[in-house]
């Protein structure tokens, strides 16, 4: 099966919302989604966090999307390397979502068919 891996390393919605949109369609294409979380991306999988960021005009809310992507089998990580960064750490985090460092991200990306930062 081939394989896709987003790198989300912003809360900014112009960045925060694509990673999900394009998710939804590797998904729905029959594609393996990984999506990773570091810095300001991991406000996303913060317990709280999808639902402070709002993009005016798309098709569902961030949280929506998070759960479409959950439901349809995403393997969620965040970088434990970026908790000190943003002042986080792993009970923070929403549940589905695994602890995971660079070395994972990077192993990921080399083995994927398509990876794409945001």
């Known amino acids: 099966m081939a394989k896709m891996v987003v790198f989300c390393g912003s809360d900014n919605p112009q960045k925060a919302f694509p990673p999900f949109m394009l998710g939804a369609g590797a998904l729905a ?4 989604l990984l999506l990773f979380f570091t810095m300001d991306g991991l406000n996303i999988v913060r317990k709280g966090g999808a639902e402070k960021i709002e993009l005016e005009g798309a098709a569902k809310s961030l949280p929506e999307f998070l759960q479409i992507v959950i439901d349809g089998g995403a393997t969620l990580l965040a970088c434990s390397a970026a908790f000190p960064i ?14 995971s460092g660079i ?9 994927a068919d398509v990876v794409l930062t945001f």
């Open 29 to 32: 294409s029959d594609l393996e």
């Open 86 to 99: 943003v002042n986080c750490t792993e009970e923070d985090l929403i549940d589905g979502v695994e602890c």
């Open 103 to 111: 070395a994972t991200f990077v192993d990921e990306a080399e083995h």
